[in-house]
């Protein structure tokens, strides 16, 4: 099993504001392999844009450039 960096509590909590009544524990584990994934897409993307503009130092600018990227 891979191991990801969100707590159960933390998934619970996004999947209630999301609207959820009820919620599988499947479907939190399940929830938190999906935004460990997505994460390490996003946390890549960044790196690559600080790298670009010549930092080794990710700034708030390049995860909101990274987000914008990954959404479209």
Request: zero cysteines.
């Amino acid at each position: 099993m891979v191991e990801v960096e969100f707590g159960s509590a933390a998934v619970y909590r996004i999947l209630k504001k999301a609207g959820a009544e009820r919620i599988g524990d499947d479907a939190v584990a399940e929830f938190k392999t999906a935004l460990d994934e997505i994460g390490v897409q996003i946390g890549q993307k960044a790196v690559e844009l600080s790298l670009h503009a010549g930092r080794k130092t990710i700034k708030a600018a390049d995860v909101k450039l990274a987000v914008k990227t990954f959404l479209e």
